[in-house]
């Protein structure tokens, strides 16, 4: 019976699952290349996505490639300028900032990526589950709005304060924020998915609505929450930035991008690096992350139209 | 009209409701007791109660929620445990500064977001378009307490043209007031400003396609009248939702160019409670600020109907 329905499913099935109709590794290769191929050719999606690649790569490399252990300190050189062996220069207690912003990297990433995770293990649940039971849906979504009430970052300062300044309760306190918006893009694709004839079809056929939900209008529904978990790792590293910088997020002398900055602050005058570098490093994650959500976006759907985050 | 008004005032009080509610919940979250985290040891038994009490966590839940509400309704938002002064007389105090930030930045997105994005959708697909498109990105990309420390460092201490922080007020010295908070509002501004382009533009070319833009032209309208008065003014209604949207982003960011800038506003009182666990001044911050941007929406939607007739007729 299954085979039997999953005729019904378009083509963008495969491209996102290609187990469905394999039939030699050569056919799912073929598949597979098919289906990337339109995101190969979008500019942006390869020039973020490499941007990113190369970040992630480093930033796994960090132990290996930091030329300084990042809490090392060199007394006789502190807040000392770029040089050949300080290659970002070093903040006032003479610590490598090339060193501290590899290592931050990795605690951006992996809050990032959490986040990423999280809250979109949550929206995604919270979405389906309103786009597909009506009833659950007014009281689900008013939720959702009076969490869209508040101003997200200061929602978060306020949970990441009350919880506790480690990043773990950062992470937790970031994806409350962006669970909301993650629950009304996956709400609004699966409200289009379920009118398609294939759906009628399945539930003819005596499928389950969790069959139904998981196999027929999630899959289909796929391509929108992707873009929308690209943005929310974007916006997620800038947000734990800004709460290690005001002092809530990972406390010294754990690196984080954000708490460095907010340690240079105080030398913006006669060491401006200990500040500039490792902001200029978010912003270059940060970017990519953009780039590579709006290729996706354009790729997957080319009318989609801008909007706010 | 009124009754359309008043319908959407109505709509907001349960959007109200639920924002206090959860302002209240915030202090739940706090790991184990939250009077415990304040006082150290020695405290003794009548100090707790007092913290207790000035916390609102005195009696059952059902109580405290009762108290809560009782002083809501009496404009009052608690007791500040380190600044000794209500907390709605703190915010009202710094309030002026965090509104004029707030608007300045707004009214620099605004102008300069609007411009740029029907530029970019006239010249659709030619360098400048993606220039201007480029440029968004960036701004939507930048941390924006670094992009105002990167301003400090070249207006500043580079080129020596502006103070590097602190607050002059405006009764005093405008133009020491101007100066003060050109750096800050520029740099709250840039990332809505880059988010108003991308809308202007994706809503302009939207409605350059339209019909009647074409039996404008088609009647001999000037290319200016067309694109201004037939194009610009239709393509500005969703404009006007983002705008209320990058309210809510404005407060936020705010909170941190206010810390980056040393402006003692709403946000530095927010983040003084938030490092000095002055649960008072954040539960309060928290809501005051949602409160806002709730009214703001409201007066958006209000906006909104008065833009675009067809809004009034289905809301009615």
């Known amino acids: 019976m299954a085979c039997s329905i999953r005729r019904f499913a378009p083509v963008p099935l495969d491209a996102i699952n290609p187990r469905g109709a394999t039939t030699s590794p050569g056919a799912a290769l073929a598949r597979w290349r098919a289906a990337l191929a339109p995101f190969l050719a979008n500019r942006s999606v390869v020039l973020g996505g490499s941007v990113f690649l190369l970040v992630l790569l480093v930033a796994l490399l960090a132990p290996a490639i930091a030329p300084h252990a990042p809490d090392a300190n060199n007394f006789r050189y502190r807040l000392g300028e770029p040089s050949a062996e300080y290659i970002f220069g070093t903040d006032h207690y003479g610590r490598d900032i090339l060193s501290r912003v590899l290592y931050g990297m990795r605690l951006s990433l992996l809050v990032g990526a959490g986040v990423a995770l999280l809250s979109g293990a949550t929206g995604l649940l919270i979405g389906a589950v309103s786009g597909y039971f009506d009833r659950l849906d007014g009281p689900l979504m008013r939720g959702m709005d009076a969490m869209m009430a508040f101003p997200g970052t200061l929602l978060?300062?306020?949970?990441?304060?009350?919880?506790?300044?480690?990043?773990?309760?950062?992470?937790?306190?970031?994806?409350?924020?962006?669970?909301?918006?993650?629950?009304?893009?996956?709400?609004?694709?699966?409200l289009t998915v379920r009118r398609h004839d294939y759906v009628e079809a399945a539930r003819a056929l005596g499928a389950g609505h969790l069959r139904i939900l998981v196999r027929?209008?999630?899959?289909?529904?796929?391509?929108?929450f992707l873009v929308q978990i690209t943005f929310v790792f974007a916006v997620a590293i800038l947000g734990e930035a800004v709460l290690s910088f005001i002092g809530i997020g990972p406390q010294p002398p754990t690196p984080s991008l954000?708490?460095?900055?907010?340690?240079g602050r105080a030398y913006i005058e006669d060491a401006p690096w200990v500040s500039l570098l490792p902001g200029l490093v978010i912003f270059v994650i940060v970017f990519a992350l953009n780039m590579l959500g709006d290729g996706l976006r354009d790729v997957t759907d080319p009318r989609m139209t801008v909007e706010p985050r | 009209m009124l009754r359309f008004i008043a319908l959407r005032l109505l709509g907001a009080l349960p959007v109200l409701l639920a924002v206090s509610l959860i302002s209240f919940g915030v202090i739940w979250f706090v790991p184990g007791d939250p009077v415990s985290s304040l006082l150290d040891a020695s405290a003794t038994p009548e100090e707790i109660r007092q913290v207790r009490a000035q916390l609102g966590l005195d009696g059952s839940p059902l109580d405290q929620l009762a108290a809560y509400y009782g002083r809501l309704l009496r404009g009052d938002l608690g007791q500040s445990i380190l600044l000794g002064q209500p907390v709605a007389e703190a915010i009202i105090e710094r309030l002026p500064i965090t509104l004029a930030l707030t608007v300045l930045s707004m009214a620099i997105a605004l102008s300069s977001g609007i411009a740029l994005g029907v530029v970019a959708a006239v010249k659709r697909g030619s360098r400048l378009d993606q220039a201007v498109m480029g440029a968004s990105l960036v701004g939507l990309s930048l941390p924006d307490f670094w992009f105002g420390l990167v301003l400090v460092f070249l207006f500043s201490v580079a080129l020596g043209w502006l103070p590097t922080g602190g607050y002059v007020p405006l009764t005093e010295d405008p133009w020491g007031w101007t100066q003060s908070m050109l750096?800050?509002?520029?740099?709250?501004?840039t990332s809505q400003?880059?988010?108003?382009?991308?809308?202007?533009?994706?809503?302009?070319?939207?409605?350059?396609?339209?019909?009647?833009?074409?039996?404008?032209?088609?009647?001999?309208?000037?290319?200016?009248?067309?694109?201004?008065?037939?194009?610009?003014?239709?393509?500005?209604?969703?404009?006007?939702?983002?705008?209320?949207?990058?309210?809510?982003?404005?407060?936020s960011g705010a909170v941190v160019v206010e810390l980056v800038f040393s402006l003692p506003g709403m946000g530095r009182l927010i983040i003084g409670g938030v490092l000095r666990r002055d649960y008072p001044v954040i539960q309060g911050g928290l809501l005051f600020s949602a409160a806002i941007f709730v009214l703001v929406n409201v007066a958006v939607d209000i906006l909104y109907g008065v833009l675009d007739p067809k809004v009034r007729a289905r809301a009615a």
């Open chain 1, 216 to 224: 027929h209008i999630l899959r289909n529904a796929m391509a929108p």
């Open chain 2, 193 to 251: 400003m880059a988010l108003v382009a991308r809308m202007t533009r994706s809503s302009m070319l939207e409605v350059l396609g339209q019909d009647y833009i074409r039996t404008a032209r088609a009647k001999g309208a000037s290319p200016v009248a067309v694109l201004l008065r037939h194009g610009l003014r239709n393509a500005l209604v969703p404009v006007v939702t983002v705008a209320g949207l990058s309210f809510g982003l404005l407060l």
């Open chain 1, 258 to 263: 954000g708490n460095i900055i907010s340690d």
């Open chain 1, 156 to 190: 978060a300062i306020a949970l990441a304060a009350v919880l506790g300044p480690t990043a773990l309760n950062a992470a937790i306190a970031l994806s409350v924020i962006y669970t909301p918006r993650t629950a009304r893009v996956v709400r609004a694709s699966v």
């Open chain 2, 183 to 189: 750096l800050p509002a520029f740099t709250l501004g």
